[in-house]
């Protein structure tokens, strides 16, 4: 297992592709740690790289008036 911060778009692509590989792997294992630390990873650049900012609450209000009819 090489950990190590995801910086760039590359790393980011790899560290998802490594996650996909051991996303069912059993809690306490080399593997499940290392899914753990990925997931950490990938959160932190997701947020710095991908922020998604709050809706406009009336808009909001009005989408899911939609969505009930």
Same mark, same amino acid.
């Given at each position: 297992m090489t950990i190590k911060? $995801?910086?760039t778009k590359k790393d980011y !692509?790899?560290?998802i592709n490594?996650?996909?590989a051991i996303? #069912?792997?059993q809690p306490r294992t080399p593997e499940g740690d290392e899914l753990e630390v990925l997931g950490i990873? $990938? #959160?932190k650049y997701e947020q710095e790289h991908y922020q998604i900012d709050y809706p406009d609450p009336i808009?909001? $209000?009005k989408f899911r008036?939609? !969505?009930l009819g």
């Open positions: 911060p $995801i910086k !692509q790899m560290a490594r996650m996909k996303f #069912d792997s990873l $990938i #959160d808009e909001a $209000i008036m939609e !969505q």
